[in-house]
């Protein structure tokens, strides 16, 4: 039984989820996998496509993906959810940890390349994208981690980070440019030096909108019709910059799976 796990957070996307698991299934490897989609839960907000999320699981058989729907919470933004997702993989027995956001659409040598990484060197963990100058040393953007480095972030899920993230850092870490969310207490307690970037990127981040990104365009219609206008869009360059109003790190794609 495989011992690689690989975690897709989702809150409001259930079209760019589908995307994402279409990718997921076509990467080499994804078999050999346990996915885990975590359903983010806001207390007082009702959990919007529940019943659409469920179907768009069920579209991929090939994948072994468990469906965890989390207990809505009170803490701001995803990094509740993401860090306790962590969490809960670091007591597995997985050897690998990927972190596949709903936006983020993998390549087909995604797990090969991370593999192969791991295999060359004693890293804290690999990263699927492109560095750029905006990334510091880490952006939590189709990444693996070898499960025991996760410990490394454990004493920081607590209610004390949850509540206040920018408060916690500036209390327990030294001063920096970078922002506090989740990635941004990675950047913190990671090994800069110990990271590993691939020359060309075997993920895409491709998330133009969403729960806190308000002024970009969000797809309209069924279900199947969001899938499509996402397809679309992020096939179109002139139609992404005109969708994507306040997020520019999104470029198009244009190797989607069919």
């Known amino acids: 039984m495989t011992k690689d796990i690989v975690i897709v957070p989702t809150y409001d996307r259930p079209e760019m989820l589908w995307l994402c698991l279409e990718h997921l299934t076509a990467s080499r490897g994804s078999g050999e996998v346990r996915v885990k989609v975590y359903v983010d839960a806001h207390e007082g907000l009702v959990l919007p496509y529940r019943e659409e999320i469920a179907r768009v699981v069920k579209k991929f058989p090939k994948l072994r993906t468990e469906l965890i729907y989390r207990q809505p919470h009170s803490f701001h933004g995803n ?26 659409l993998v390549q087909p040598d995604f797990f090969e390349w991370h593999r192969t990484q791991h295999a ?19 952006a939590s953007l189709g990444v693996c981690f070898r499960r025991q480095v996760i410990a490394k972030v454990l004493p920081h899920c607590r209610p004390g980070y949850f509540g206040n993230m920018t408060s916690y850092c500036r209390s327990q870490f030294k001063p920096s440019k970078w922002h506090c969310e989740q990635d941004g207490v990675w950047c913190r307690v990671l090994d800069p030096n110990s990271i590993a970037w691939p020359t060309t990127p075997v993920a895409h981040h491709v998330g133009w909108y969403g729960y806190h990104r308000q002024k970009s365009v969000r797809p309209k219609g069924t279900l199947e019709e969001r899938y499509q206008q996402v397809r679309g869009v992020l096939q179109n360059p002139a139609l992404l910059s005109a969708w994507s109003r306040d997020f520019v790190d999104v470029t198009p794609v244009q190797d989607l799976c069919n």
Not at 90 to 102: G, I, K, L, P, Q
Not at 120 to 138: F, I, M, N, T
């Open 120 to 138: 060359q060197a004693d890293l804290d963990c690999s990263v699927g994208v492109e560095k750029r100058p905006e990334h510091a040393h880490y």
């Open 79 to 104: 990094s509740f959810n993401v860090l306790m997702a962590y969490k809960e993989a670091y007591e597995s027995d997985a050897r690998y940890v990927f972190m596949v956001e709903d936006d983020i």
